[in-house]
DNA sequence: GTCTATACGGCGATAGAC
DNA sequence: GTCTATCGCCGTATAGAC
């Protein structure tokens, strides 16, 4: 509990074997889970001795804690993109599929970050500090990006834009936890684009527009 | 692997001991997940040998699946209450609202079913069975009854009402996710009802009816 | 600073008494 | 059928050689 990082021990630690010990218990913590980890394969996963995974790390919890905050903070914080500044100019119905569909190509894509979330997700009771910060790092993100959005954008008039970018950003990663993570494409098949198509119908298009024409809608045709 | 539940081993075991085993190591399995439970404490908690829990089940793996079985099957799949039949009488703002609030009371007053699911979710990776079966008992359960009431309820007009469950499931879930299981509400307070106030917003009423009157809405009124 | 070798306890699973 | 006692293994963490 003394540290979690290196570099204040005593001597000096080699930066190189740092990263390895992080990268290869990264593979070992996101493929098995944190208790059933031992740090005998971390050693062997990033080719050093274990009492050189002890010099660097105090215990198992130091070296978890530390590789998941960086996961948090670094490798996996971006994954809904940089900010587009023109993102005001395009129609409403593109920016929010694109953010959907770039938010759901993670959970198709990249399987590391599946495991990545059960960690967090399964280890949350026992490891608070780490699942509060996935959710200023990843969370947080989301929807402050969404919720600017839905802020400035001019064809967007939502009562509680805060609340919206809750709902968005919860439809999809819950679409993503239960097809996904849950394994539930195998039972409850379901394509993506209708959650996104109808997440945008509510939020974006009136809903009597493409049922029949009333003739008094000044958004659509103009 | 041959045996997942007692009744069919040689002779006759003990059904009570039986239930005062899942008993314990439901207990032991919520508190400390699969792999930093061990089947010792799983015998003291149960008030039984470790002898005796091996006579009723093979491993370690067999108890909890059968434990996590019972659990997705019995303990927790009526969290959504039972089907009532005088719904299509009332307000959609009201079932809608009184759905929501039923499965957020759940995050906040039964922190079994947080740990239950930080669970399916932990181990959803190592034991895709037991998460299919939590999609199958608990997840469809709320998709189709939600998505029976939309597609009944006279005053709902959804153009797919499918994906419009899947939505509201999907955003309130992930609310109470972020918010107990992720300890969000330390660090992200949001009240509840702007969550529900928004999404019945989105999905029952119509969007300009309270911005201004365009006098050619044909719903509202009559 | 990094390695090999080891201490020591807890783990899952089993044998044998009754 | 349930218990006590035990096996063999692997866990974390450390000591001492280089």
Known sequence: MRQAKPGRTDRQLS????????????QEFLT?????????????????????????????????????????????QSIFGTADEQILQMPPQVVLRNFANRALDIGTTEPQFLNFMRLILGESGRFPQLA???????????????????????????????????????????????????HGKDILP??????????????????LTDKFDTGCNTVSGG
Chains 1, 2 share one sequence.
């Open 15 to 26: 930066p190189e074997k740092t990263a390895a010990i992080l990268e290869g218990g990264m």
């Open 132 to 182: 509060r910060a996935f959710v200023r790092n990843i969370e947080q993100t989301a929807f402050r990006r969404l919720c600017h959005y839905f802020t400035h954008c001019p064809q967007l008039k939502l009562s509680d834009p805060e609340a919206t970018a809750r709902i968005f950003v919860g439809a999809v990663v819950h679409f993503m936890i239960v097809q996904e993570m849950l």
């Open 32 to 76: 098995h889970g944190y208790a059933a980890t031992s740090m005998d394969r971390v050693a062997i996963a990033a080719k050093v001795s274990k009492a050189t995974v002890y010099s660097h790390f105090q215990d198992k919890e130091s070296l978890f804690i530390a590789l998941i905050q960086r996961l948090v903070e670094q490798r996996f």
């Open 190 to 207: 379901m394509e993506r684009d209708r959650i996104v198509d109808s997440l945008i119908d509510l939020i974006v298009e009136p809903p």
